[in-house]
Nanobody, 122 residues
């Protein structure tokens, strides 16, 4: 059974930082691209960033470039999202997900975590 478990969310003031982590089990982690998505209340789930299987290639949404960094440690089956210069509009539930291919679309991801809440106060 595949499990993705996120952690690291919380409440932070605007301009602050958080580091999200996601630990995967039940799958060959290095065979999957890993992504982070987020969903704010009343909005659709949106792509944040993804990292390729080996970790050498990443892509991210325009709204996080220069602020968020995705990384992975295949030895620990972990993918992380370092979030700096947080803004109130970054408030959302953040999900990690795994995909066999290289995608921005949430429908293309095979496995999902339960999400972790990030709240940024102004």
């Amino acid at each position: 059974q595949v499990q993705l478990v996120e952690s690291g969310g919380g409440l932070v003031q605007a301009g602050g930082s958080l580091r999200l982590s996601c630990v995967a089990s039940g799958l060959t982690f290095s065979s999957y691209a890993m992504g982070w998505f987020r969903q704010a209340p009343g909005k659709e789930r949106e792509f944040v960033a993804a990292v390729w299987r080996g970790g050498g290639i990443t892509m991210s949404a325009d709204f996080v470039k220069g602020r968020f960094t995705i990384s992975r440690d295949n030895a620990k089956n972990t993918v992380s999202l370092q979030m700096n210069s947080l803004k109130p509009e970054d408030t959302a539930v953040y999900y990690c997900a795994g995909a066999a291919g290289w995608y921005r679309e949430s429908v293309s991801y095979d496995y999902w975590g339960q999400g972790t809440q990030v709240t940024v106060s102004s």
